[in-house]
Every structure is written in C-alpha cells, then in structure tokens.
C-alpha cells in the first residue's frame, strides 16, 4: 500500500493520475494548503521543502518520495511501466518529463500567481508569464504533429505535461490555433484513470465557471504563497 499526502493541484494531480495509470493501491491524505500544513513538522520530516505531493511506499518497507517528477518515475520504475528501458527510449520521455519540470510547471505556476493569485495586477509580469506558457504550448503542439505521444508511447510524460496543460483557462493561456493540442488534450481526457485521478483527493468543479469557488480557490493558494 502507498500513501500520498497531496492536494487537488496540477503536482498533486501528476501523483494520483500516474498511480491511477498504473493500477497501484493507494490511500490519499489530503493537506490542506490554506492552513499550512504543509509545512508543519510531521510534514516537513517527509518532504523538508514543504511541498506537495509525497507519497510513502510501504512495500516491502517504509520508503518517503517527494517531488513529483522522482515520485513518478519511482513509480513506474516500481511497475515496469510507462517508462521504457531500453536507454533512448527512456531518454526520449526523461527529456519531455524534464520539460515540463523545467517550463510548462514554472512557466504556468508564475502565470497563475500573477493572473489570479497577486493582489496587485501587473500587466508586464502577467504578459511574460502567458506568452512564454503559450510558447511551450506551441513546443508541445509541433510535437504532437509528429507523434501521438511525447515520446514513443503513452508515458508519465504524458501524464505530468497534461496534469499542468489542461489547466491553461486558470492560468489564461490561449490553446486556439493549436490543433495537435486540442487532440492530445481530448485523447488524455478520454483514459478512465486520468480522469479519476484528477478527482484526488477531492473533486474540484470548474474554477473558471463559478466565481464564488474561484475566489475561494484564489484567496487560499494567496494565504500558501505568503509562507
């Protein structure tokens, strides 16, 4: 059994959807970000940065992964699955992992602070943060002109650059013009474990169609960024 301590966000959700992919029993622990508990001791003794998701694997004893790119390959290097062997094909979905990581994650991350999260709007930092997320989105379509994939099959790249790009209305990117996008998009959508994962540790409904929970969502992730 594994346990995942984590919160209905794009990280959270790159945990839960790999381990509802790969069909691993586990139990989710949600934190609640706008109280900080993140950051309490307990927690902190898992992850000494503070963050979620985490997840502890009790098989065949006790083992604590943090960070959500370590946590998914450790998962699928736990199954065998969604990570090839062979050297260039697991570089090819390394690469594409390390992508997202390093750019789509950052990139909207600072978007929605800006966009959404900062009491003061500043038109400068939020058009940086949207147009270089809509420049990633561009890298990722030309791509997927190419493959059906990222990488040669259905992998946790796939996983962790979806669990952040599905969530470009929050961060207000546009995806119009992007056609190989739009697919990916809507054939991610389609897998019954995607789905269900991002229903962990609770379902949130749609933020962009419901002001009162927007409001909601945003105040408390401005509460987290303050610590």
Same mark, same amino acid.
């Given at each position: 059994m594994i346990d995942l301590y984590t919160a209905p966000t794009p990280n959270g959700h790159k945990a839960s959807v790999t381990l509802e992919e790969l069909e691993l029993p586990y139990e989710a622990h949600a934190i609640d970000l706008s109280k900080n508990v993140q950051k309490e001791e307990w927690f902190l003794a898992m992850n000494p940065n503070g963050r979620i998701p985490v997840i502890v694997d009790h098989e065949p004893s006790d083992f604590t992964v943090f960070e959500t790119g370590a946590i998914m390959v450790y998962l699928a290097e736990k199954t065998g699955r969604l990570l090839p062997t062979d050297a260039k094909g697991r570089s090819l979905v390394m690469?594409?992992?390390?992508?997202?990581?390093?750019?789509?994650?950052?990139?909207?991350?600072?978007?929605?602070?800006?966009?959404?999260?900062?009491? =003061?709007?500043?038109?400068?930092?939020?058009?940086?943060?949207?147009? =270089?997320s809509r420049r990633l989105f561009e890298v990722l379509d030309?791509?997927?002109? =190419? *493959? =059906?994939?990222?990488?040669?099959?259905? *992998?946790?790249?796939?996983?962790?650059?979806?669990?952040?790009?599905?969530?470009?209305?929050? *961060?207000?990117?546009?995806?119009?013009?992007?056609?190989?996008?739009?697919?990916?998009?809507d054939a991610m959508k389609e897998r019954p474990a995607c789905r269900r994962g991002c229903e962990v540790p609770f379902k949130v409904g749609s933020l962009v169609k419901d002001d009162d929970a927007a409001k909601k969502f945003a105040e408390n992730a401005r509460k987290s960024l303050q610590t």
């Open positions: 690469q594409w992992l390390m992508f997202q990581m390093g750019g789509i994650g950052p990139m909207m991350g600072q978007a929605n602070v800006f966009f959404r999260y900062f009491p =003061e709007k500043l038109p400068a930092a939020i058009d940086r943060y949207q147009n =270089e030309r791509r997927l002109g =190419e *493959s =059906e994939w990222l990488a040669r099959d259905f *992998s946790i790249a796939d996983i962790a650059n979806w669990c952040w790009v599905r969530t470009y209305r929050w *961060s207000g990117v546009p995806v119009e013009g992007l056609p190989n996008l739009r697919r990916w998009l």
